[in-house]
């Protein structure tokens, strides 16, 4: 699987957008970009995911760029309860035997301030 | 549903010790699997199993065994517990290997002295 590559940290007023970025220059024709969080002691959550088109859910938008070699998770309106590790994830498609495998990296720490 | 559920959520055991961690999912999902969290870093895939009687290794598989019997429950045993095992581990648990969307359990926080 491709290797992302996402900021440590970085900060986010409440009621604001929090644009996340993250980079898979090395991203192949067939794997999907996916996006979880982590809020603090809990196990991860799906966001949402995309392979190239934009795509959005409840929860947040997904930006994908048109050479699919880097990606934004849009959060429209960040709240208090948003603060949490995101995880960009490169996947293969369902096609393969690997399918079913997250590798998560370090994550981008999101704090949302009032 | 309760979803996935993970038990004990926290242990403390000596070196050499062995345990079963224990995760157990409601919703009739075929794929389930294991990871550890070490501090500061992602989680990394110990085992997982696409259906009862059907397990893999992940990329951190040694020292770790797992059984899938049903597809409810999918244990983690350690077999000798090291220090080096201190970790939380999270279970997870999805429809199918296709599905594209992973649940995952409130985690067991471990530690080995």
């Known amino acids: 699987d491709a290797k992302t590559t996402q900021p440590p940290s970085m900060d986010c007023a409440e009621g604001r957008a929090a644009n996340l970025p993250c980079n898979h220059s090395?991203?192949?024709?067939?794997?999907?970009v996916y996006w979880y969080r982590q809020i603090h002691s809990q196990g991860p959550q799906y966001i949402i995911h995309g392979l190239k088109n934009n795509e959005t859910n409840e929860m947040a938008s997904l930006i994908i760029t048109e050479d699919r070699k880097s990606s934004t998770l849009i959060l429209p309106h960040a709240t208090l309860r948003d603060t949490a590790v995101y995880y960009c994830?490169?996947?293969?498609?369902?096609?393969?035997?690997?399918?079913?495998?997250?590798?998560f990296g370090a994550g981008t720490q999101v704090v949302v301030t009032p | 549903n309760a979803g996935v559920t993970q038990t004990p959520k926290f242990q403390v055991l000596k070196t050499g010790q062995s345990m079963t961690l224990q995760c157990a999912q409601d919703m009739n999902h075929e794929y389930m699997s294991w990871y550890r969290q070490d501090p500061g870093m992602g989680l990394r895939l110990i085992h997982y199993s696409v259906g009862a009687g059907i397990t893999d290794q992940g990329e951190v598989p040694n020292g770790y065994n797992v059984s899938r019997s049903t597809t409810e429950d999918f244990p983690l045993r350690l077999l000798s517990a090291a220090p080096s095992q201190t970790s939380v581990y999270f279970c997870a648990s999805s429809y199918s290997r296709t599905a594209y969307e992973q649940y995952f359990g409130p985690g067991t926080r471990l530690t080995v002295t």
């Open positions: 090395t991203i192949s024709g067939n794997e999907y």
């Open positions: 994830i490169v996947r293969v498609s369902a096609t393969t035997d690997s399918w079913g495998k997250l590798q």
